[in-house]
């Protein structure tokens, strides 16, 4: 008895770029992520931890606005990158989901 999959070289093409194709689409993911030139994971933990704090306190803006705006005051520019971001990009805490440091 023949292999399918061994015996059909467009079988097993297709089911290569099958494979592929679900670990990129899974694997993937384009989130935001914030970065300031020199900085390190440890700043920026510190950094979104105290605007996170600030971020509740705020009055008239939303807390996910406030929080945003603090780090931007701080030097910090929000991007789209994909996962996983190169060195110097850190996950803040946002509406995405959850929060991790990178």
């Not at 993937?28 to 020199?38: D, L, N, Q, T, V």
């Amino acid at each position: 008895m023949k292999n399918r999959v061994r015996g059909d070289p467009k079988a097993w093409l297709a089911g290569s770029l099958a494979v592929v194709a679900i670990a990129v689409g899974t694997g993937g993911c384009a989130r935001h992520y914030w970065s300031k030139p020199g900085s390190t994971a440890e700043q920026f933990a510190n950094d979104s931890r105290e605007c996170a704090r600030d971020a509740v306190a705020a009055v008239g803006l939303s807390m996910q606005q406030a929080y945003r705006d603090c780090l931007a005051a701080r030097g910090y520019t929000r991007e789209k990158k994909m996962d996983p971001p190169p060195p110097g990009f850190y996950r803040g805490i946002d509406d995405e989901g959850r929060s991790a440091s990178r």
